[in-house]
């Protein structure tokens, strides 16, 4: 099941630089197929390797969702994670399959979401065919990006790829669906804060105004609520 999904992602992969217009020729097609390749199966020999963050921590966390009933655990402060990557967890809690590869697949998906963030971003600079290919591909196979989800099972991509997102849509046009994107990145892990020189920025240039500042609260506080409702105390999130 695990070559599948690898490939499942590979070749959502592909669909997007498809859509996005980037694979026109055989040539293309091709290269990215072996980059692609190549990316997903680094993902796939670094599954099964534990670290002692995992060992210690994360499968406990979910043994103890998987003992006291699920989502309804989630009232419990159980982990140091943000709560909505607690959810996660949660979910995981309900299967029997590994929840070491479930932890990881959730990392590499947001990999993907952080190639198509570098990609489009790049667009906005240069929008050249083969720039923006080379982002999205090069990203994927950056030896920090491989290790941090797939060998290591950490979630720093979730957070950057939000952030990124988010970053993209202001200097896109869209301010208040790039505060939301942070807002979720903060939601999901606190060093979320680093990005935030760069809103500072795009606050004093005008990109976004200071009066939908409302979003970033709000959106924090709407993906907690779910934890809240079911007697997780507000502080604590």
């Known amino acids: 099941i695990e070559i599948l999904v690898m490939g499942a992602f ?3 992969c592909l669909f997007l630089l498809r859509r996005e217009g ?11 197929a072996a980059a692609l390749l190549l990316a997903f199966a680094l993902r796939y020999f670094a599954l099964p390797y534990e670290t002692l963050d995992y060992q210690n921590f994360l499968t406990r966390w979910v043994d103890h969702f998987r003992r006291s009933g699920g989502f309804s655990a989630l009232r419990d402060p159980v982990g140091n994670y943000n709560v909505p990557y607690l959810y996660f967890l949660a979910a995981f ?13 959730l990392s590499i998906a947001f990999d993907v979401l952080l190639a198509w963030a570098v990609m489009k971003l790049c667009s906005l600079v240069n929008g050249k065919r083969l720039a923006r ?4 591909l090069g990203t994927l196979l950056l ?5 941090n989800g797939s060998l290591w099972g950490q979630c720093d991509s979730i957070y950057v790829a939000l952030a990124l997102t988010a970053i993209y849509c202001a200097l896109s046009g869209r301010p208040r669906l790039s505060l939301l994107f942070m807002a979720l990145s903060f939601s999901f892990k606190l060093q979320a804060v680093f990005f935030m020189p760069v809103f500072f920025v795009l606050f ?3 990109r ?3 009066r939908d500042i409302w979003i970033v609260p ?7 609520l779910p934890a809240v409702l079911l007697g997780r105390p507000l502080l604590s999130t």
């Not at 809690?93 to 697949?105: A, C, F, G, H, V």
């Not at 290919?133 to 999205?136: D, E, I, K, V």
């Open 22 to 32: 980037l694979l026109r020729d055989g040539m293309s097609v091709s290269f990215a």
């Open 204 to 206: 004093v240039s005008g």
């Open 93 to 105: 809690s309900y299967t029997d399959y590994s929840d070491l590869y479930l932890i990881k697949y």
């Open 10 to 12: 590979a070749a959502f």
């Open 208 to 210: 976004i105004r200071w």
């Open 133 to 136: 290919l080379w982002a999205f």
């Open 143 to 147: 030896p920090t990006v491989v290790l």
């Open 218 to 224: 709000g959106t924090y506080l709407l993906s907690v």
